[in-house]
Structures are given as structure tokens and as C-alpha cells.
């Protein structure tokens, strides 16, 4: 038995895409592929995500003095469910997020 059926019968088009590139091999020129990458940036997923990213870059809205600490970890957290979902650093919220990273370094 194969996971495949089950992962692709999710509605998420993030998830289906990497199926289908990842664990398939399908090329990108793919019909079903090409259709995905297409939808991709519609997934509620990423939308809720994106949504959630600060001005500066950052995600985390919390006050107080542990501030910048949380928004580096939440940020660090973004940024890693963008690459789990399959987005680079072409990825315009990506690059904020590791933008406001790089920033933080003392």
C-alpha cells in the first residue's frame, strides 16, 4: 500500500503539489502540476500564514519584554512551514521573514 492516494485526496494544493513532485516525480510541465502551481498561493494554509506576517517581516504579535525572542521563534516557525510547503527564496513573505531574521543578529 502507498500513502499517494491517501496525501492526494486532501484538498490543500500545497500538499497535492509536493505529491505529485516529490513523492511522484511528476515534472512541473505535468498538467495537474502545472494547475497546482497555479493554486498554490490560494491555499487557506498559506493565506492564514501570510496573513499573519508583520510589516517588518516578522510573525508574532505579542508585547512585553520577551518580544523580540518570541518573534524570532515564531518567525523561524513561518519560515519553516513555507519551506515545508515548498516555497523558496524566491518567495517574496519568505524573504521578508528571513530578512527580519538576518536583522536580529547581533
Known sequence: MTW?????ADP???????????LLGKPAADAEVAELALLRE????LVEL??????DGSWG????AAVAVHRIRS?????SRLGYMG???????????ASFLLD???
Open 61 to 64: 504579535r505579542e508585547t512585553g
Open 4 to 8: 499517494a492516494p491517501l496525501l492526494l
Open 87 to 97: 516555497f523558496g527564496p524566491e518567495y517574496p513573505p519568505l524573504r521578508r521573514g
Open 50 to 55: 501570510i496573513a499573519a506576517q508583520n510589516d
Open 42 to 45: 490560494e491555499d487557506p494554509l
Open 75 to 79: 518567525t523561524a516557525d513561518a519560515l
Open 12 to 22: 490543500s494544493p500545497n500538499l497535492r503539489w509536493l505529491v505529485l513532485r516529490e
Open 104 to 106: 536580529q543578529q547581533l
